[in-house]
Every structure is written in structure tokens, then in C-alpha cells.
């Protein structure tokens, strides 16, 4: 049994380690996406 769990621990890292550059990836785009978005309020806000 506790084999059995250390093997399930080591398919569940190797998906999560193959997972992270995907994780990684949209995490930058939504931080890009708010970076973009807090420009363009900061301008409208010193503009006024």
C-alpha cells in the first residue's frame, strides 16, 4: 500500500512538473493582460 501511494505521489509530480511551463505560460498572460490594462488606466489618469 504505501508502495502503491509513492508511486501515485510520482505520477502526480511528473504531471505537475509537465504542467508547470503551461501554468507558467497563462499566468505571464494574465500578468501581461493586467500590466497593459494598469498602463492604460495610469495614462487616462494622468492625462485628466
Known sequence: ???F???NNQ?????FVAMTPV???IM????SL???HG?????VFMSR
Not at 498602463?39 to 495614462?43: A, P
Open 28 to 31: 505571464r498572460r494574465i500578468f
Open 23 to 25: 501554468i507558467l505560460c
Open 11 to 15: 505520477v502526480i509530480f511528473r504531471n
Open 34 to 36: 493586467n500590466a497593459v
Open 39 to 43: 498602463y492604460i488606466s495610469l495614462g
Open 5 to 7: 501511494i509513492r508511486n
Open 1 to 3: 500500500m504505501i508502495h
